[in-house]
């Protein structure tokens, strides 16, 4: 296990964790090994090294894809959870309070860096304008802060860097006909020297380029729309597929949504938000989010080899698709 160079306490911290499970189930300490570091120079020997014949990763498209070409050249095999960039669909028969509470938790926890945190909401052009003024109620009553401290919600940024890319961000939007309808700014007087930002609405039409790229921050567009085969194409219409909810009562739209005719993403929700609900499932999306699955019930067989094994205990010997051949031997 190599962890991200930015939380090498935390890799350490979780290696203890694995290791007391394994000591407790008497397995040998040497079934985990850590290794820490900065720059490619490790992630670059896993990914090349041949007795690695597996790599599961965890990060960016752009990461993912070079992984996956390296690893594939050599027919090694690859668990890739790479870009989400996760709608929320609000139906004209939607529970709007339910998915009030489900946005603003999907878009703001954790600070918007969750791969399963909603960056898109497509609200039913019925709702829209009251479903986007009650957004606007509620973000400025959402606590930032310390997140170990009870009652915040969002947390800081992870890096100095990821604060640049909010804000620059932030100018691409508004370069690209973007309206920020509420925050949109670092807060760097509020928390000298942290990497705070403001939980942000931004309303931009479904065109927008940015629309299709992953801002990993609490940065959400609000979309209107008039049908739902037109919400569902607005879902499908990025490079990543990853989490998708939708809020109906409509048993209809339902099992459309859940179907091959609906989402394309990985995680397919209903009445729920995008992010929490995968706990425990297989988690993981298809497109640009790369490929296989973490947990579920079948994902430890991806670390397995598949064995076609024939025995035959008797005193013939049967020959494929019923052939029927006999050797003569010379006398």
């Known amino acids: 296990m190599k962890g991200s160079e930015t939380t090498s306490l935390v890799t350490i911290a979780t290696a203890k964790i694995v290791a007391e499970v394994l000591e407790k189930n008497k397995c040998p300490e040497g079934v985990m090994t850590i290794i820490n570091g900065e720059g490619k120079t490790i992630g670059e020997a896993i990914t090349n090294d041949p007795r690695m014949e597996l790599v599961s990763f965890t990060g960016s498209t752009a990461v993912g ?28 028969d939607g529970d709007v309070d339910m998915a ?4 603003t938790f999907a878009a703001v926890g954790t600070c918007g860096q969750r791969c399963t945190s909603v960056r898109r909401l497509y609200v039913h052009e019925k709702h829209y304008d009251g479903f986007v003024k009650q957004l606007l109620d509620v973000y400025p009553t959402i606590k930032i802060g310390n997140p170990s401290e009870e009652g915040v ?5 992870h890096t100095k860097n990821s604060v640049k890319m909010y804000a620059h961000g932030i100018e691409t939007i508004k370069s690209q006909g973007g309206k920020v309808l509420t925050g949109g700014k670092v807060l760097e007087k509020e928390f000298p020297g942290g990497n705070y930002v403001e939980p942000t609405i931004v309303e931009i039409d479904a065109s927008a380029p940015i629309i299709k790229e992953e801002l990993f921050a ?19 219409g990025v490079p990543q597929g990853l989490s998708s909810a939708i809020f109906t009562k409509d048993l209809t739209n339902l099992f459309k949504w859940i179907g091959p005719l609906g989402s394309d993403c990985g995680i397919v929700n209903c009445n729920i938000g995008t992010s929490g609900a995968e706990i425990g499932g297989a988690f993981g999306g298809e497109k640009e989010t790369g490929g296989g699955r973490e947990s579920g019930s079948d994902s430890w067989k991806q670390y397995m080899k598949r064995a076609t094994c024939t025995i035959n205990y008797g005193n013939t010997l049967p020959l494929a698709q019923g052939v029927k051949f006999d050797l003569k031997p010379k006398i």
């Open 218 to 236: 609490p940065v959400l567009y609000v979309i209107k729309f008039k049908t739902f085969q037109e919400a569902i194409k607005l879902n499908n």
């Open 100 to 103: 009030l509470r489900a946005v």
């Open 153 to 157: 919600l969002c947390g800081p940024l």
């Open 65 to 92: 894809r070079r992984v996956s070409e390296i690893v594939h050249r050599r027919f090694g095999r690859t668990i890739l959870e790479l870009g989400g960039n996760n709608a929320i669909i609000v139906c004209e």
